[in-house]
């Protein structure tokens, strides 16, 4: 080896090289020959060393030549506390901060930083106020670094941005993009606002990509765009990341068509292949109900996605129910083309297990999330898995991770209370809500629709009312048309239909057909069809085409035995050419979805099932069931009683019950789900079934979960 050749200056020039152009071969080889050269030991090549790996990603190459590094100084520290800072692992990079005789700016910057990654705002400031009490001197640098750490503290981010003016900081428009960003993602549109308008010389494209992610946030799409076309109109650099903020415009204003042109442009000029356009992209079109084939299409397109973009795939399948499966299967391809899962990929995926509402499917990602490198107490993924669970039916296991999270936040409170909400189980909701009202964690408008409806799932009007007050008055939320709809179907569930009535004609809103139906369905509960006939209208001038509110009033009418009207709504329904939807049921039995129709013949078992349930309507009736026929009427004009009792007795939830219980272990409980309201006669069946098969049997219809037990369901017949 020519001495000369290797001589300090040399290796020190080759180095630096390396380390600008991330070349980890030649960086690695030129290791080997410092160590093996009669070069002496220096303190300086080794920082650089450690340097090149931690830029690399190596960080057991970087620890081993920190390890070797003669006579460590605060740049070696500050190299390797940027390596495990990089690696998620602030403790370590702190008890390396801590070996430093006299740690500099970029020290503190560089754990600052670390903490702020994990969102740990804890450490980060102190730090920081480390930093103000021994008036060390401080750049732009710290004060984005600590404004990041405090991301949800909007009290802390509001006083970090004072010191900020008072020292000067705010010259730094790192600092002003930090604040625009953290203000609107804590909801505080008007402080990100006076953030970018306040200081205009102190803007860079940057600020204005903030800007227009934070109008996108707010869903001020046409002011997203408006901003977009000013920076288009003062000919300011726009990168990528402006053209995917522009994307979240047309997304919050369901512009397709808009978006559809913005979409050409982006071909046109070749953008559409970078991978966090096309994330936007995907993302616009799967929001806007635009088809997931034109998703796949954008995605195929890109030679190399990034783990962001499988993230936007998989989100965009898992926003829509009939695509969990395909969810699923971008999430083993992800896992194939060699990336790990992140949080956000975990939540993603979980929530299609919520959709699909299959419990073993939820319960093999648990197990993924728990083999993963996620840390345990990463909050977003367990609120996805609290959501899960109790959409599973299983709301033992949400309770025992919900008790098991070292903090939560708003939306761990809102799953476990809206959880226990479907399930009837109203007293417990409260009890949560009034835990959360005495934490700092601040109850909004999602969590009073979950008080409200848990309120209303249990008959609980005094206490409706007194929450729906306590919204307005004590948290200055203002009521929604959703929080009216709840609070209208806790009135007419009650009887209490003027009340509800007078409520829809009062609202604020001009009610949608949601409001109506629940009146409606309330005037069925309590046999008013003058006024179910009033709701039907309101309902059917909305929404024509939905064959709930006829199907309400053939039924209300045949009770009665009005059977004129009752041939006058199905001559309509006709004529308008409604149908009825499709009733499905469907159980997981042995990790397979096993789907039924009413009078289903296409299942393997069906002949089993068919005697099963001849034999057990038996055993109920002895037992003091009677089949309540005014829930087949509508299907079946002119059959006999005795067909209509086998047609009922056939509803496909009640072949899904039946197949469980053929099918499992003598006292393992079932869950069957269906996407309809389950039938007042399948209830009260399923009520006996329990009784007499000492089965747990959960429903999960589409407004709540039933869980019957003993002859006895959660929903105490009030539904
Ligand atoms: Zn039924
Ligand atoms: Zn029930």
Redesign the pocket.
């Known amino acids: 080896m020519n001495q000369i050749l290797w001589s300090f200056q040399r290796l020190r020039q080759l180095l630096k090289e390396c380390i600008a152009e991330r070349d980890l071969v030649t960086g690695k080889s030129l290791h080997a020959l410092y160590i093996k050269s009669i070069v002496p030991p220096s303190t300086y090549l080794s920082n650089h060393f450690i340097l090149l790996y931690s830029k690399c990603g190596r960080l057991s190459a970087a620890r081993l030549a920190f390890d070797a590094t003669p006579a460590p100084n605060v740049f070696s520290f500050n190299a390797i506390i940027s390596a495990y800072a990089k690696d998620s692992q602030p403790h370590v990079a702190r008890g390396l901060f801590d070996q430093i005789p006299q740690p500099d700016l970029v020290s503190y910057n560089t754990l600052i930083s670390a903490y702020a990654d994990r969102g740990d705002a804890a450490p980060a400031v102190g730090l920081f106020t480390g930093m103000r009490e021994m008036g060390l001197d401080m750049d732009g640098f710290t004060f984005s670094a600590v404004i990041t750490a405090a991301s949800h503290d909007i009290a802390l981010i509001s006083q970090l941005h004072c010191l900020a003016v008072a020292g000067g900081f705010d010259s730094f428009v790192s600092v002003n993009n930090t604040l625009i960003t953290y203000y609107s993602k804590n909801g505080d549109l008007d402080a990100a606002k006076r953030t970018f308008y306040g200081f205009d010389e102190i803007r860079d494209e940057v600020s204005w990509n903030c800007m227009i992610v934070a109008y996108g946030q707010h869903q001020e799409g046409s002011k997203a765009l408006a901003l977009y076309q000013e920076m288009v109109r003062r000919e300011l650099g726009v990168d990528m990341f402006t053209l995917a903020s522009v994307l979240t415009g047309f997304t919050c204003l369901e512009d397709l068509s808009g978006g559809h042109q913005f979409h050409a442009y982006l071909v046109k000029t070749g953008f559409h292949q970078n991978a966090h356009v096309a994330s936007g992209l995907i993302d616009m079109y799967a929001k806007c109900q635009a088809g997931m084939l034109e998703c796949k299409k954008i995605f195929q397109e890109i030679p190399e996605p990034d783990l962001v973009l499988w993230n936007t795939m998989i989100s965009g399948y898992s926003q829509n129910e009939e695509f969990s499966e395909e969810a699923f299967d971008c999430f083993r391809q992800m896992q194939r083309a060699g990336h790990r899962p992140d949080d956000g990929s975990f939540v993603c995926v979980i929530s299609a297990c919520s959709n699909s509402s299959s419990p073993s499917q939820g319960k093999q990602i648990h197990s993924l999330v728990l083999k993963s490198d996620i840390p345990a107490n990463q909050i977003a993924v367990n609120n996805a898995l609290i959501a899960m669970y109790s959409k599973c039916g299983n709301l033992r296991d949400a309770r025992r991770l919900f008790d098991r999270m070292p903090e939560h936040n708003a939306v761990s409170l809102n799953s476990m209370i809206a959880g226990y909400a479907q399930h009837g189980r109203g007293a417990e909701s409260l009890v949560l809500f009034e835990l959360m009202v005495e934490t700092d964690i601040t109850p909004n408008s999602i969590t009073f629709l979950a008080v409200l409806s848990a309120c209303g799932h249990t008959g609980k009007v005094e206490e409706g009312h007194k929450y729906f007050n306590m919204m307005k008055e004590k948290f200055s939320i203002v009521p929604e048309a959703e929080h009216y709809s709840c609070m209208i179907d806790l009135l007419g569930r009650a009887g209490k239909l003027k009340e509800a009535e007078r409520l829809i004609k009062t609202m604020p809103y001009s009610p949608g057909s949601i409001s109506w139906a629940a009146l409606l369905s309330a005037c069925r509960r309590h046999g008013n069809i003058e006024l179910a006939i009033k709701a039907a209208n309101e309902c059917l001038q909305l929404d024509p085409t939905n064959a709930a509110p006829y199907v309400i009033l053939a039924n209300m009418y045949a009770s009665a035995k009005k059977w004129e009207e009752v041939a006058t709504v199905r001559k309509l329904m006709r004529d308008m050419g409604v149908r009825k939807k499709p009733g499905c049921s469907w159980i997981e039995v042995k990790k397979r979805i096993h789907v039924f129709v009413a009078e289903d013949s296409s299942h393997p078992l069906i002949k089993e099932i068919y005697d099963f349930l001849e034999e057990i309507s038996m055993k109920i009736k002895i037992a003091g069931y009677v089949p309540d026929l005014s829930?087949a009427l509508v299907q079946d004009d002119g059959t006999k009683a005795g067909e209509m009792e086998l047609r009922?007795g056939h509803?496909s939830?009640?072949l899904a019950v039946a197949f469980g219980l053929i099918s499992t272990k003598d006292g393992e409980p079932l869950l069957v789900m269906k996407n309809l309201r389950?039938?007042?006669?399948?209830?009260n069946?399923i009520k006996f079934i329990s009784a007499i098969t000492k089965r747990e049997i959960t429903v999960r219809d589409a407004h709540r979960f039933h869980c019957f037990k003993d002859g006895q369901c959660s929903c105490g017949d009030y539904w």
């Open positions: 829930w009922l509803h939830e009640k389950i039938c007042g006669d399948c209830h069946a």
